[in-house]
């Protein structure tokens, strides 16, 4: 008998080919925080933002019988024999994907809960909480799992109050604000090194050598 209600499913890579399993998922937890430190300045207290990271997901899952359990389960297990085999031939770590189109919830993660094995006597459905450790970061998503390394100058550039930040940039006092009509870098490279010449400059420099 096929199942029904099925709006959640889960895959990994596996010997070349996708494995996936689809699931009901009632609720569905998931969040951003901000890896970020404190610190006593000179007239209030400092906060330094360093960046966001995910923080652990969890779907729950809708099993209406035990056979939907057994089921479930030893696709999970099956899943984590695989990935600790030390033996296997992959270049990268075969994350799982769980994908909820309709939450728009798309994200690759590590489970690190769910593996349930026995009898429940008396129970008529089960609702496992299967707990994921986020394999990417915010604004990876339908992105491969890889990480990218901003130019430091562009990034500068982008946003002029990074001149301001803390360790690299200059610190301001309590209440003195900051001077955001150009972006004063100690490290700008075109502070050291004149940027290319326009044409104008160019013809100065050579009328000057004749």
Known sequence: MARK????????????????????????THGVQMVATEDA?????????????MQQFSVVVLLKDWDERHDFTRWLAGYASYVINPDIDQS??????????????????????????????????FTPRVV?????????????????????????????????????????AGGQPGNYSKIQYPGDPSLIEPGPLTPQQRKSISQGIR
């Open 132 to 172: 994921f450790e986020a394999a990417t970061s915010p604004g990876q998503k339908h992105r491969p799992n890889v990480s990218s390394v901003i130019n430091s100058w562009s990034a500068f550039a982008s946003d002029k109050a990074i001149q301001y930040f803390y360790p690299f940039g200059t610190q301001l």
């Open 5 to 28: 209600g099925l709006n959640t499913t889960l895959s990994y890579q596996r010997g070349g080919g996708q494995h996936t399993y689809q699931i009901r998922t009632g609720v569905l």
């Open 41 to 53: 300045a000179r007239a209030i207290r400092a906060y330094y933002p360093h960046r966001t990271a």
């Open 92 to 125: 990268q770590f075969p994350w799982m994907t769980v994908n909820i189109p309709s939450r728009e919830f798309f994200q690759h993660g590590v489970p690190l809960t769910g593996y349930e094995w026995g009898a429940h006597t008396g129970q008529m459905m």
